[in-house]
């Protein structure tokens, strides 16, 4: 059985829908600009940006600042403050790993 019986016409695309549909899209990308909506793909990735940096920047300043501060304490210095800046890169590194491979759609994990 054919598709298009006969004496039907293949229905085409109307110019006034897509006309429609344009000034419909237009509309609707000038008011999110008016409202100031966001791209929700785009605020997500923001977030994620914004965590691993916090992550990149607390493991360092962690580490580091733990190191001078038992340096200080037990006049080690500088060793424990390079250990603990280092430990501190590896843990921030761990979890920028962590982030970056962790399935969208699963629960925090």
């Not at 914004?50 to 580091?64: C, F, K, M, Q, S």
């Amino acid at each position: 059985m054919s598709e298009i019986e006969p004496g039907q016409d293949p229905v085409r695309e109307d110019p006034r829908i897509v006309s429609l549909e344009k000034r419909i899209e237009e509309v609707e990308r000038t008011e999110r600009k008016r409202t100031g909506q966001r791209d929700p793909v785009a605020e997500e990735n923001n977030r994620l940006g914004n965590r691993v940096l916090a992550e990149l920047v607390g493991g360092l300043a962690g580490g580091a600042l733990v190191g001078w501060f038992l340096d200080r304490l037990l006049g080690t210095s500088p060793w424990l403050l390079l250990v603990f800046l280092f430990l501190g890169i590896i843990v921030a590194f761990r979890n920028i790993i962590r982030i970056s491979t962790k399935r969208s759609g699963r629960p925090g994990r």
